[in-house]
């Protein structure tokens, strides 16, 4: 079965400055998707970005961007010019791909709470 | 802005009551997901549908908890009866059914048993 490690409870960054979240997963697939959601206080789970594992550029969005490290399967995300709005928990989740015989299901890890001090 | 919704937001019960929860995928969408969030546990997959017909729900309790999706604008979640442990927010996520598939999640139904 597949795992999600997130190594920090809790993360802080101030304002405008670079914060990195760290993530690894395990497992035995070849192929799979890698995702991070954000979840702010209003507790609504949003889609901040995914990489697709055969690809070896990494995904950006605007001030987002991860950081994938197939043979080490890491999946760290950075976010540049942190701002106030960046506050919420961060989740990493891993998906199969199709075909690999796994489940659809998103597989989390217990998330990463992010704070931006003013 | 399609999104998808979920009713009601907040639900505060006795135990023993039966509780219904309410998820509309976007529209368009075949693949329908509902999962589970507690702090102990996090956020875990209980089952999932693709045009209605369950495709896994390994992590569902059989004996109180119940899927169903009577059509394709719709799809429920029940437990009867409700117990203490089962307060948790429950999300429901839809997707398009698609190799490369991305799931978009709903606003969770926060359920509080007393």
């Known amino acids: 079965a597949q795992t999600v490690t997130q190594s920090q409870p809790e993360m802080s960054v101030q304002e405008a400055e670079t914060v990195t979240l760290s993530c690894t997963y395990d497992?035995?697939?070849?192929?799979?998707?890698l995702f991070w959601y954000k979840q702010p206080p209003s507790r609504q789970m949003i889609l901040v970005i995914r990489?697709?594992?055969?690809k070896q550029q990494n995904a950006t969005e605007n001030r987002f961007s991860v950081n994938f490290q197939k043979a080490a399967k890491s999946f760290s995300l950075k976010i540049s010019d942190s701002q106030l709005g960046d506050a919420a928990m961060y989740f990493c989740?891993?998906?199969?791909?199709w075909g690999q015989g796994g489940s659809e299901k998103l597989v989390f890890g217990k998330g990463t709470k992010l704070t931006v001090n003013p | 802005d399609a999104r998808v919704t979920q009713t009601p937001r907040d639900k505060v019960t006795e135990m023993g009551q039966e509780v219904t929860m309410r998820c509309q995928p976007i529209?368009?969408?075949?693949?329908v997901f509902w999962y589970r969030q507690t702090m102990m546990q996090g956020l875990e997959l209980l089952a999932y549908?693709?045009?209605?017909?369950?495709?896994?729900d390994s992590g569902m309790p059989k004996d109180r908890f119940s899927a169903e999706m009577p059509d394709a604008t719709l799809a429920t979640l029940k437990i009867q009866p409700s117990e203490p442990r089962d307060s948790a927010v429950y999300f429901c996520?839809?997707?398009?059914?698609?190799?490369?598939?991305?799931?978009?999640f709903g606003p969770g139904t926060r359920l509080t048993v007393l």
């Open positions: 549908f693709r045009n209605r017909a369950p495709l896994d």
């Open positions: 529209l368009g969408h075949n693949t």
């Open positions: 497992t035995s697939e070849s192929d799979y998707y």
């Open positions: 989740a891993y998906r199969s791909a």
């Open positions: 996520a839809s997707g398009l059914g698609l190799s490369t598939d991305t799931q978009y």
């Open positions: 990489q697709e594992a055969y």
